[in-house]
């Protein structure tokens, strides 16, 4: 079955379209059970979204959503105790959450908290003592709001997709770059992809396309799912050397949105930023940099002196900023992983799962359904319009 049909042919049991942190996921899952290719447009995987993180585990994540709070969940396991042979990194680093908000806002925090409790997260308010004593540079103006979640943590994001890549290569899977997916068909219950580099035939295709997965889809003559990628810019500032940051916590202010944390001696700094965009190689705007630099310097004792370097990355999300986990109802053989938003990279080894088990057994895995999730949740059935029920008249 696997066999190469001609120089220029390969083919496969699964062929993965984009080398991200997705179809890695998915990839490493799928090469258990069969011969896995994955196609990457770019020279190196991981180029668009998922090297351009900001790297944060965190079960909170956007206000404590109950769905997304499930795949972090899920993926926690696999973080914290990768297989032996995976990495010889540690995946996660504990890195403290503190959530502030300027005076006269607490009541924002308030509400977070309780969101919080809902899904079974433990966070407390800290007084100023404790808050000089974890991040001595805050303003004066946040420290009376400051809520404390203790589990969040940095993600090695590198190690993790290079553990996936590298498990792939070692089952007798392909990472194949400069390798453009431009056309799809499906013949005789196969999908036959063009690229430059030649042609790749497989039953099963999984579009692991971030921000490109409506193109793919139109190439396969498939209706498009509305992803929609929205831009937003990291900045990496310089501290004094004075400073030791590492122990420093990851800041979330809930009033504006934006976020920071310390990274190899200096602050890693998101405005928090959502422009619609092209998928596109993004790139950061200096509004946006200023943006990073003037928060920044609102919520500490800092004067920003110098910005290091900046990027900017997309966040592929769907109308209702779930992820699109399934196969397609147009086509055979042709899934979707897509719109991992801001939280691709912490909820990667559960979506790698889920994918593996639809794929292979046409249901969820068994632990996950025990936490709550239902296919329907992540299905793309969800965002096709709604056929009306046939009324009789009388
Ligand atoms: C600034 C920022 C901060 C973030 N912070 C976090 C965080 O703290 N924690 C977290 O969990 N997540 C975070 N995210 C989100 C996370 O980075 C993404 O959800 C994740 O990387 C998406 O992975 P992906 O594989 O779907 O996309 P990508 O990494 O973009 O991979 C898709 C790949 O498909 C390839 N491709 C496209 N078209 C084709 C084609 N036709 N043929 C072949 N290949 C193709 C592309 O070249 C690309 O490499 C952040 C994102 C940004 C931008």
């Known amino acids: 079955m696997n066999k190469s049909v001609n120089s220029n042919q390969k083919t496969a049991d699964f062929i993965i379209i984009g080398g991200g942190i997705a179809g890695a996921a998915a990839g490493y899952e799928l090469s258990k059970i069969g011969k896995v290719i994955i196609l990457e447009k770019e020279n190196l995987p991981g180029y668009h979204s ?61 509400a977070l908290q309780k969101d919080l409790i809902k899904i079974n997260i433990d966070s407390h308010y800290i007084d100023h003592a404790e808050v000089k004593k974890l991040l001595p540079i805050l303003d004066q103006n946040y420290q009376d709001n400051v ?128 422009h619609l965009s092209p998928p596109l190689d993004a790139q950061p705007e200096e509004i946006d940099i200023a943006y990073g630099a003037h928060y920044l310097e609102n919520a500490t004792t800092l004067t920003v002196d110098k910005i290091n370097h900046s990027w900017a990355g997309l966040r592929n999300y769907v109308k209702d900023g779930y992820p699109v986990v399934g196969f397609d109802p147009e086509q055979d053989g042709f899934f979707w992983l897509a719109g991992q938003g801001g939280f691709g990279i912490k909820t990667a080894p559960a979506m790698g799962r889920i994918s593996a088990a639809l794929i292979k057994d046409g249901k969820l895995p068994q632990d996950i359904l025990g936490l709550g999730l239902t296919e329907d949740q992540i299905s793309i059935n969800r965002l096709k319009p709604k056929v009306p029920a046939y009324k009789t008249t009388s």
């Open 50 to 110: 998922t090297s351009r993180s900001s790297a944060i585990f965190q079960k909170s994540y956007h206000h404590g959503d109950p769905l997304l709070n499930i795949l972090v969940c899920a993926s926690e396991d696999f973080l914290m105790n990768p297989p032996d042979d995976f990495t010889s990194y540690p995946l996660l680093s504990p890195r403290p959450l503190m959530y502030i908000v300027p005076n006269g806002k607490r009541s924002k925090l308030e």
């Open 147 to 274: 809520l404390l979640e203790q589990d969040a943590a940095d993600i090695d994001v590198n190690a993790l997709h290079q553990g996936y890549l590298n498990h792939i290569k070692a089952h007798d899977g392909e990472i194949i770059t400069n390798a453009e997916v431009m056309d799809l068909k499906r013949l005789r219950n196969q999908w036959h992809l063009k690229t430059k580099v030649g042609e790749f035939i497989a039953p099963i295709v999984v579009n692991a396309a971030g921000a490109w997965v409506d193109e793919v889809a139109r190439h396969a003559n498939i209706t498009p799912i509305n992803i929609e990628p929205l831009r937003r810019t990291v900045i990496m500032v310089t501290l004094p050397k004075t400073l030791c940051p590492d122990h420093w916590p990851l800041v979330m202010d809930i009033d504006k949105g934006y976020y920071f944390k310390p990274d190899s001696g200096k602050i890693l700094m998101t405005p928090g930023d959502s």
